[in-house]
C-alpha cells in the first residue's frame, strides 16, 4: 500500500514517553471521531527535522486548532525514548504535540512510506510527509518530494486545507 488521499490508515500501537514513563496509544481509537494532523519524518535530533519540520508545527499549531484539528502528532522511526528527549529539546511537549514512535518502522512500512539514506545513515525511516486525517481517513497529504521542508511542513499543509 502506498498512502494517499481517502485511504483509512491501518489499525497501528505506537509506544511513546507518558508522564510515567513508556506507554501506548492505538492510533484507531486516537482518530476515531476527531481530526488529527499526523506529519512524519525521518529521525528526531536530523538537522531538517530538528531545525525546520518540527519547528513548523509549533509554528502552526493556532492556525490548525482554528481550523478544527484536535491534536497534531509527529511520528519518527524511532524509540519512544528519543521521542520523548526530543520533544522535551524542541518544545514539542509544552507545544502539545504528541510524539510517536515507530519503533520498528512498520506503520511506515505498512503505508509505504519508508526509505533509506545511507548517506546519512538513515535505513529503513520514513519519507518526510503530512497528513490530515479525519476520523481515521486521510483527507489531506502532502508528501515531501525532494530534500528540506516545503510541502510538508506546517505551513504548507496548513496552505492545502485552504
Given at each position: 500500500?502506498?498512502?494517499?488521499?481517502?485511504?483509512?490508515?491501518?489499525?497501528?500501537?505506537?509506544?511513546?514517553?507518558?508522564?510515567?514513563?513508556?506507554?501506548?496509544?492505538?492510533?484507531?481509537e486516537?482518530?476515531?471521531?476527531?481530526?488529527?494532523?499526523?506529519?512524519?519524518?525521518?529521525?528526531?535530533?536530523?538537522?531538517?527535522?530538528?531545525?525546520?519540520?518540527?519547528?513548523?508545527?509549533?509554528?502552526?499549531?493556532?492556525?490548525?486548532?482554528?481550523?478544527?484539528?484536535?491534536?497534531?502528532?509527529?511520528?519518527?522511526?524511532?524509540?519512544?525514548?528519543?521521542?520523548?528527549?526530543?520533544?522535551?529539546?524542541?518544545?514539542?511537549?509544552?507545544a502539545?504535540?504528541t510524539?510517536?514512535?515507530?519503533?520498528?518502522?512498520?506503520?511506515?512500512?505498512?503505508?509505504?512510506?519508508?526509505?533509506?539514506?545511507?548517506?546519512?545513515?538513515?535505513?529503513?525511516?520514513?519519507?518526510?510527509?503530512?497528513?490530515?486525517?479525519e476520523?481515521?481517513?486521510v483527507?489531506?497529504?502532502?508528501?515531501?518530494?525532494?530534500?528540506?521542508?516545503?510541502?510538508?511542513a506546517?505551513?504548507?499543509?496548513?496552505?492545502a486545507?485552504?
Open positions: 500500500m502506498t498512502l494517499s488521499v481517502g485511504d483509512k490508515l491501518p489499525e497501528a500501537t505506537f509506544p511513546f514517553m507518558g508522564p510515567e514513563g513508556p506507554a501506548t496509544l492505538a492510533l484507531g486516537k482518530l476515531a471521531g476527531r481530526k488529527v494532523v499526523i506529519f512524519a519524518l525521518p529521525g528526531a535530533f536530523s538537522r531538517t527535522c530538528d531545525a525546520s519540520h518540527m519547528p513548523s508545527f509549533i509554528r502552526t499549531k493556532d492556525g490548525f486548532a482554528e481550523k478544527g484539528v484536535d491534536e497534531i502528532m509527529c511520528l519518527a522511526v524511532n524509540d519512544p525514548f528519543v521521542m520523548g528527549a526530543w520533544g522535551a529539546s524542541t518544545g514539542a511537549n509544552d502539545g504535540i510524539m510517536l514512535a515507530d519503533a520498528d518502522g512498520a506503520f511506515t512500512k505498512s503505508v509505504g512510506m519508508d526509505m533509506d539514506a545511507p548517506v546519512v545513515g538513515f535505513f529503513g525511516r520514513s519519507k518526510r510527509y503530512a497528513m490530515v486525517v476520523d481515521g481517513v483527507t489531506h497529504l502532502n508528501i515531501e518530494p525532494e530534500l528540506g521542508c516545503t510541502v510538508s506546517g505551513e504548507g499543509l496548513l496552505e486545507m485552504g
